[in-house]
């Protein structure tokens, strides 16, 4: 059965403090993973998409790596601010049936 | 570019009525999916539409229905309403089905009582 498990499950960081998610999978066969940042009340916004050959890719702050022998995907955030507070969900989509599988997400809180 | 769009934004709903919720994507967006999130549960895959064509589906019993009309337009229909449909149904568009980039709407709010 395919699944995406995130860690941790809630975390509390300081302003200005760096943090990273952990999304661990089983789907396959594997074609890409996005990171998703949902403020609450709104829906997701995409932070990454990687695909097989993607080992790292950066989006402002936010660097998401991908290691898919291990089948595991990290959320770097550097230097995070208060508006960094929010849920963050890993998505991995099947290649074979095209389906998608949602981690539970981490929630981020950043305290002052 | 407007974003996608949802209406209605809140709705409560009894047990056994029936609900329509609506979606417009992104111009030129030609994909749409839909999504329940329950705190419970999740995000949990509901449907995906592409030129009209259903693409693929969640795990979700047949009460669960929606169509894609040609100007891209999505709607979902739930019939005969579970007080566990509660939920916060999102719609994501795209430009095209699996590696492209998915931009969500707000949500539509469903309570049920």
């Known amino acids: 059965k395919n699944q995406v498990e995130q860690s941790p499950q809630s975390l509390i960081i300081l302003e200005g403090k760096n943090c990273t998610l952990q999304c661990n999978y089983t789907v396959s066969p594997f074609s890409n993973l996005r990171w998703y940042k949902q403020d609450t009340g709104r829906g997701p916004v995409s932070l990454t998409i990687?695909?097989?050959?993607?080992n790292t890719k950066s989006n402002g702050r936010y660097t998401a790596t991908l290691d898919a022998d291990t089948k595991q995907s990290s959320l770097h955030i550097t230097a995070s601010q208060l508006s960094d507070s929010a849920s963050y969900i890993c998505v991995v989509r099947e290649n074979a049936g095209n389906m998608l599988t949602f981690g539970g997400g981490t929630r981020l809180m950043v305290k002052p | 570019k407007a974003g996608v769009t949802q209406t209605p934004r809140y709705l409560i709903k009894t047990r056994g009525q029936q609900v329509t919720l609506s979606c417009s994507p992104i111009s030129g967006h030609r994909s749409v999916s839909w999504y329940q999130q329950t705190p419970g549960q999740g995000l949990q895959f509901l449907f995906e539409y592409f030129s009209e064509t259903q693409r693929n589906k969640g795990n979700f019993p047949g009460r669960f229905s929606g169509r894609q009309f040609s100007n891209s337009r999505s709607e979902m229909n739930v019939s005969t309403l579970e007080l566990g449909d509660s939920a916060l149904y999102l719609c994501a568009s795209s430009l095209g089905v699996n590696s492209y980039e998915q931009y969500f709407g707000p949500g539509t709010r469903l309570t049920v009582t």
């Open positions: 990687m695909t097989f050959s993607e």
